[in-house]
């Protein structure tokens, strides 16, 4: 059999906040890698904000950041860092427009650890749980991220805010909670692009599961792209393939009906 590639999101796909990790997609990974495929992280969070759980599922190479940065097998591919002005410039348009900013970087994610949004006060505790080395103060003097993001708050302007970035940044809105800005031009189908060329895989063999619209580039790029049944609705319209619900081993189910199990 060729060797084939396939790419997993995290959250929504592999993992859920508060949730075990399914015991049918630990098998699937291993599974995948034993019949000689390549499974890969697709991820919008950032190498610093992946759990080691999840890392513990059989990854060895991953895409974070939204495309932003990309490695296999511990090498390096590329990383994209924002330069300090055009950081700090997003930080102080979170605050301008009411959001709460969460500035990510590849070693490090930011929060105002004294400003938590109760709204994001359960998902904060479980960071801190996880990754609690990994989290700073926001420090403009200490800023190195590729990406941010901002908890959606009552007086946020979603509209102000793509107003004025709207050159620099992909927008994705994670259901009204969260507004992620991705530096143009990148995007998970960018990381999948350099990585195939880099591991010479043609198109014909790539695979991607993903549950969200910051997904959506990743699922029409690759050939054969799969919706979560736990996905927003309105992403079905866009992907030709769809599996069950995480909680209803979908990734295993999948890779079974795909003959990569």
Do not use: W
Not at 77 to 97: C, F, G, P, S
Not at 122 to 146: A, G, V
Not at 196 to 215: H, R, V
Not at 218 to 245: C, I, Q, R, W
């Amino acid at each position: 059999m060729e060797r084939k590639i396939v790419f997993f999101d995290i959250d929504g796909t592999l993992y859920q906040y508060g949730k075990d990790i399914a015991v049918s997609t630990v098998l699937a990974i291993k599974k995948l890698k034993d019949n000689g495929h390549i499974p890969v992280i697709c991820t919008g969070r950032t190498k610093s904000m992946i759990f080691d759980d999840i890392f513990n599922m059989g990854f060895d190479s991953l895409i974070s950041g939204g495309g932003t940065y990309a490695e296999y097998k511990g090498k390096e591919l590329y990383l994209y860092e924002m330069d300090k002005e055009k950081a700090i410039r997003a930080v102080q348009a979170m605050h301008k427009y009411g959001f709460m900013p969460i500035p990510e970087g590849h070693r490090y994610m930011y929060v105002d650890k004294n400003n938590i949004e109760d709204i994001y006060r359960p998902i904060f505790e479980i960071y801190k749980k996880e990754i609690s080395n990994r989290i700073k103060q926001i420090d403009f003097e200490d800023l190195k991220i590729s990406k941010i993001s901002g908890v959606i708050k009552s007086n946020s302007d979603i509209e102000g805010i793509k107003k004025e970035l709207d050159s620099e940044y992909t927008f994705v809105n994670h259901g009204g909670n969260l507004l992620e800005l991705i530096p143009k031009p990148f995007s998970k189908a960018v990381g999948i692009e350099k990585m195939i060329e880099y591991l010479k895989i043609p198109i014909s063999n790539t695979y991607a599961f993903g549950d969200s619209f910051n997904d959506l580039e990743m699922l029409t790029y690759v050939k054969y792209g799969v919706a979560m049944g736990n996905s927003n609705p309105d992403l079905f319209k866009h992907v030709k393939y769809k599996t069950e619900s995480m909680d209803e081993d979908g990734i295993y189910k999948s890779l079974e009906r795909f003959g990569l199990i």
